[in-house]
């Protein structure tokens, strides 16, 4: 079991950036791959990025790709979202999420179904 908990969101214009953090807690991070999701007002909640457990693969959302990179350090137990060139569409609470891990090292899960825990999201906000 593992618990989680989103930091780094906030107000910031169009073309600004922003990094979000994940922390977990448990002995067991590096056992998950961790994704970020979003989700808008009237919108379903949406894959952002994906990282496996080892952090060799990743995934991203076409909307995102070449502007956001996600990573993470197993040994502080904290997954990251580095946002750059911030657009208003990238306006929604943005949530982490992670999923236990057995065997694979380089799946990376990109359905809100494939994951097991999720973190209680923080909000992101780009003006224009």
């Known amino acids: 079991q593992v618990q989680l908990v989103e930091s780094g969101g906030g107000l910031v214009q169009a073309g600004g950036s922003l990094r979000l953090s994940c922390a977990a807690s448990g002995r067991t991070f590096s056992r998950y791959a961790m994704g970020w999701f979003r989700q808008a007002p009237g919108k379903e909640r949406e894959v952002v990025a994906a990282?496996?457990?080892?952090?060799?693969?990743?995934y991203y959302a076409d909307s995102v790709k070449g502007r956001f990179t996600i990573s993470r350090d197993n040994a502080k137990n904290t997954v990251y979202l580095q946002m750059n060139s911030l657009k208003p569409e990238d306006t929604a609470v943005y949530y982490c999420a992670a999923r236990r891990m057995s065997a694979s090292t380089y799946y990376t899960p990109t359905s809100t179904r494939q994951y097991d825990y999720w973190g209680p999201g923080t909000q992101v906000t780009v003006s224009s």
């Open positions: 990282i496996s457990s080892s952090g060799k693969t990743t």
